[in-house]
């Protein structure tokens, strides 16, 4: 719903207004913090990415982390030390996501401990996948060939998903924008289509991604795409910090999710 | 306890009756009118020369003077007319209707009898902002659109949000704390095309007066300004026209007696047609691309009588916007008004009114993978009994009351295509509103004039309908339970007395002071987060978990005229606070939230400034002068974290010129030039990286409004050059040339931050403006 009023706001304001200019405003520089990036699917051990934030006009990478204490412990009482792999990413061995668990993530760096915790939503597997070629939907869509699958979302609980989708190995992100899909607007237990967000011609290979994630990690994203695409709040919202779930003032998310995957070559 | 508010109001009402010894004295009364058209003057003085009597036309242009009997010469002044001078003798009650003829511009220079009209010193209006809509099709336009709101923007104790906006805040109060009436109706968006225009087509206006404070009591419902918008009621002499031609709209107005003298209608029409040129274009997708507006005002009076007259007005107007089948929104208002004037004697005059006000959005999205329907709306339906009682010379009281009955649609989501999606439809809430009043105008003294009022307002949140319980702070997660009402069962009242009251002290015949207090009290609030409302954002009844908001406001004015009023000038001081302001929480959802008390939190805000005001009305040189300082805060629990923040619109300093100029009778040279120092916006501190490569770079914001926009300024000038008029025919034309944002300025539309194009992870503050400067022309025509 969000991404259809965003286009409408787009689309007017480019209709409205066409010219912008780079300025150079003073900006002031806050105080440093720690960027909690924490991830356990099903099946597999858990990535930890950390970094630091920066200045807002830096031109180079953010700081990364690469000294810090990375700990994953699940309700089971498992314990997973994370081992540093460069460049601020940490992987687990003994501990793999399961359906329904709760993983509980510390991060010691210069002393201060970052907490969170994650229970991991279950997924359903795909029902089918399949593709056809489409004209151009006006200024909504090009001609090509246009990838779908299906998959039923459980009843009962609110369910909340997350799309990546791949080009022949590119992950797709333009504009700043996450595939996200709840199921409030969805009826339950029925086959539902889900688009791949692009669009893939003779020879590509399509390959999908797709998560649960807990109302959490869902409203985590959601609140980034507001912070990616700000106006300024002139028809957008007030711009806004994006609210994670690490205790003592990190930013990031610890999203414990369930995947499946699925992919095909448009022939 | 309302039965104890509904005595006292009738004890009042009692008293006003009778409190006052009756001696011999009658009383005349009539109507104020143009002589050319029949339009009924709003606020001409009618005196009579040399005595205290004397009173002002009311809104139908009626006026009532209650004297001892004698002889007397009757005066009537009213700006741009000649004098009206006409010697009577009274010895019983007469009606003497007046018609006033517009001055007409001699070749050499203008000869004006009698005395300025000095009302301004006069009256106890403080906080009162006149448009003369005659002025305004002079002066430049963006576009060429003249439009009375922009003009109203360049008024003293006004901000403006960001370029081309129509958004008013007044005071220190948001957008949607105006009332804005177009002919006694509600208009609940005021405007076209995101805020670029406003619906008014000054081509069917007759008058508009904006009140930042001195809001009279017979007004309520919103916390900073009324702005009272009314049309012409059409020629009663003659068929004429007039229209124009502009760069992206065109105009047409008929008008013309349908009974002569004695009823008359006006038609009057707006489209832009920017849209027509896509026609042409070679892609079939930009050809079919609709975007358009269109404004449509019409109006019928009767005068039945010399004590009844009925007027009937409508107003329709939308947006349409379209790409191909895809996407397609259309938005926009429609009002009604039907009116019964009854003059029951020369002292008692009465208004019935029946009010329907309406604004609704609809959004379809129309794909082959799936597609919806979206759409919320507002509808109100209004009756309402005014009195003006002229008592005698020295009060005149104005009582009424009215009801009001309000559905708000927030939002129903309906899929056009099975895609598996399911229909969401808010249940609507709905809402009765009474409102009863009792004020009097009082001369206490030559010098002493006081207008006070009393107000008792009631709003009823009534079912059917779900309210939430909540256990602690009013999140999603705390809903415990949820209370189901029945169809017309009272879930929620509100209420509460609203004194309003101002005074004049006369210093002397070229000096007077004076000072106001009102307090309001609004019950429905728009649901926008964003500094510029969008036509989507609904409007909300008070709740449980939505009290109404109030406000306070303390004014003072020091009025001075110069040169034989010429010159008219005040200065003005004032503070409101306001309480129960709602403002939304950091990335608030409001579409199709069935509890959207968890988006919003409120709190108090408060506004203090400084206005000045110099304005010269009449000669070949006309124009103004504003400055004004203010200020305008807010704190609000649980919003930057309870720490005091700028609105969005606080401008510290603002200043406006406007200069017209007659050459001679037919080339006039307009311009303005405004200043407003930058309003607060809130940008970046620092930046992250997330995401599967770090390729999405979030940034971190301090406290919201944290930092302030460079100044906004602009110069916009005109020419209207009228064309020869040939003899024997009745078309009058001239062609208007106008610039906006002469010299290029690129004041901000807004200020954004986005990565930057060609550099990954870094990240650019962009500023987004209008291109300048606009030129625009408008070939206008009378016939």
């Known amino acids: 719903m969000k991404k259809l009023f965003n286009i409408f706001i787009a689309i007017a304001t480019i209709s409205i207004t066409s010219c912008d200019e780079v300025i150079d405003f003073d900006l002031h520089e806050g105080q440093q913090r720690v960027m909690v990036e924490g991830l356990i699917v099903n099946d597999q051990p858990a990535v930890v990415k950390l970094s630091r934030t920066t200045s807002f006009y830096s031109s180079s990478p953010t700081p990364k982390i690469t000294d810090a204490t990375v700990i994953i412990t699940d309700n089971t009482g498992a314990v997973d030390t994370l081992t540093h792999e460069g460049d601020g990413v940490y992987k687990g061995d003994n501990i793999v996501g399961v359906f329904d668990r709760t993983y509980v993530l510390k991060v010691i760096d210069r002393g201060v401990e970052y907490t969170s915790q994650s229970k991991l939503p279950r997924i359903n597997e795909i029902d089918s996948i399949v593709y056809e070629y489409r004209d151009r939907q006006g200024f909504f869509s090009d001609s090509g060939y246009y990838v779908t699958f299906y998959a039923k979302d459980p009843p009962g609980e609110k369910n909340y998903y997350l799309g990546k989708y791949y080009k022949n190995n590119g992950l797709i992100t333009q504009n700043n924008f996450f595939y996200l899909y709840s199921d409030e607007l969805i009826e339950e237990n029925t086959s539902i289509p889900v688009e791949f967000e692009t669009v893939y011609y003779k020879g590509d290979v399509a390959k999908m991604e797709f998560f649960s994630l807990t109302k959490e990690a869902y409203d985590f994203y959601l609140k980034m795409i507001s912070n990616l695409n700000n106006d300024g709040g002139f028809y957008s919202t007030p711009p806004a910090n994006v609210k994670g779930n690490i205790s003592n003032g990190a930013l990031g998310l610890f999203q414990a999710s369930g995947m499946v995957t699925a992919s095909l070559t448009i022939q | 306890m309302k039965k104890n508010y509904l005595l006292f109001l009738g004890l009042l009402l009692l008293i006003a009756q009778s409190a006052f010894p009756q001696e011999q004295k009658y009383t005349i009364s009539g109507r104020v009118k143009d002589a050319s058209n029949g339009e009924d003057l709003i606020g001409a003085i009618v005196n009579l020369s040399g005595t205290p009597y004397g009173a002002s036309s009311n809104e139908y242009g009626f006026y009532s003077i209650t004297v001892p009997p004698g002889k007397y010469i009757l005066e009537a002044n009213y700006l741009g007319y000649q004098k009206f001078e006409k010697e009577i003798t009274v010895t019983a009650n007469v009606t003497i209707n007046i018609e006033m003829s517009e001055q007409v511009l001699e070749a050499q220079e203008v000869v004006i009898t009698g005395e300025r009209p000095d009302k301004n010193i006069q009256n106890t209006k403080i906080g009162v902002q006149e448009v003369d809509v005659k002025q305004i099709k ?53 405007s076209h095309l995101l805020g670029i225009f406003s619906v008014f087509n000054s081509e069917a206006l007759k008058s508009a007066e904006l009140y930042k404070g001195g809001i009279p009591a017979q007004h309520g419902g919103r916390l900073s300004s009324l702005l009272d918008i009314r049309t012409r009621d059409g020629n009663s002499k003659k068929f004429s026209g007039s229209g124009g031609i502009g760069t992206i709209s065109s105009r047409l107005t008929l008008e013309g007696p349908i009974v002569k003298d004695k009823s008359s209608f006006i038609i009057s029409g707006r489209r832009t047609y920017g849209d027509l040129f896509l026609k042409l274009s070679s892609d079939k997708d930009v050809r079919q691309t609709r975007l358009f507006f ?28 379209g790409l191909g089948k895809f996407f397609n929104l259309n938005y926009g208002n429609a009002t009604g008004t039907l009116r019964w004037n009854h003059v029951y004697n020369s002292k008692l005059f009465s208004n019935t009114t029946l009010i329907y006000s309406t604004f609704d959005y609809a959004q379809e999205l129309e794909f082959s993978s799936f597609g919806f329907e979206y759409g919320t709306g507002l509808k109100e339906a209004t009756i309402k009994q005014d009195y003006n009682y002229f008592l005698n010379s020295k009060n005149e009281i104005g009582f009424g009351i009215s009801g009001t009955h309000r559905t708000y649609a927030p939002g129903i989501f309906s899929p056009t295509s099975a895609t598996g999606l399911v229909e969401v439809a808010l249940d609507k809430f709905r809402s009765l509103d009474f409102a009863a009043y009792i004020s009097n ?295 208007n040339f106008s610039i906006y944002n002469l010299y290029a300025r690129k004041n901000p539309f807004t200020i954004l931050t986005r990565d930057s194009q060609g550099l990954p992870k870094k990240k650019e503050v962009v500023k987004i403006y209008f291109p300048a400067p606009i030129p625009s022309i408008t070939y206008n025509f009378n016939f």
């Open chain 2, 294 to 321: 269109y404004d449509l005002n019409a109006k019928v009076n009767y005068t039945i009588n010399d004590k009844n007259r009925i007027y009937l007005a409508g107003y329709f107007g939308r947006d349409v916007f």
């Open chain 2, 441 to 735: 105008k009082q001369k206490i003294s030559n010098r002493f004039s006081v207008e006070y009022g009393l107000r008792y307002s009631l709003f009823s949140n009534v079912g059917k309908g779900d309210v939430f319980v909540y256990n602690g702070e009013r999140l999603e997660e705390n809903i415990i339970d949820t209370i189901s009402y029945g169809s017309l069962e009272n879930i929620k009242t509100y209420g509460g007395f609203e004194p309003r009251a101002s005074a004049r002290y006369l210093l002397n015949e070229r000096s007077s002071i004076k000072a106001s207090y009102n307090h309001m009290i609004q019950y429905i609030h728009l649901m926008a987060n964003s500094t510029s409302p969008l036509p989507f954002n609904v409007w909300l009844p008070s709740t449980p978990h939505l009290q109404p908001q109030t406000s306070d406001q303390v004014s003072i004015g020091y009025f001075r005229n110069f040169l034989e009023n010429k010159i008219e000038t005040s200065v003005e001081t004032y503070y409101k606070n306001m309480n129960n302001i709602p403002d939304f929480i950091d990335n608030a959802e409001l579409l199709l939230n069935e509890h959207f008390e968890t988006e919003v939190r409120t709190g108090r805000g408060w506004s203090y400034g400084l206005e000045l005001f110099v304005k010269k009305n009449t000669g070949k040189t006309t124009g103004w002068i504003s400055y004004t300082w203010s200020k305008t805060e807010r704190k609000i629990p649980e919003i930057n974290d309870g720490k005091v923040y700028y609105a969005g619109y606080d401008r510290r300093h603002n200043f406006n010129l406007v200069v017209s100029h007659d050459f001679n009778e037919k080339v006039n040279l307009s311009g303005n030039w405004v200043y407003g120092s930058g309003r607060p916006i809130t940008l970046p501190i620092g930046k992250y990286e997330f995401g599967d490569y770090g390729n999405y770079v979030p940034v971190i914001y301090p406290e919201r409004n944290y930092y302030r926009m460079q100044a906004y300024h602009r110069m916009d000038i005109a020419v209207t050059i009228k064309n020869k008029k040939k003899e024997n025919r009745n078309w009058d034309s001239n062609w």
């Open chain 2, 138 to 190: 002079k002066l430049p336009a963006l576009f060429g659109e003249v439009d009375v709101i922009k003009n109203i923007q360049m008024l003293p104790g006004v901000q403006v949000a960001g370029e081309g906006n129509t958004g008013l805040f007044v005071r220190g109060g948001s957008t949607d704390q105006n009332l804005i009436l177009l002919d006694e109706a509600p208009v609940y968006n005021a």
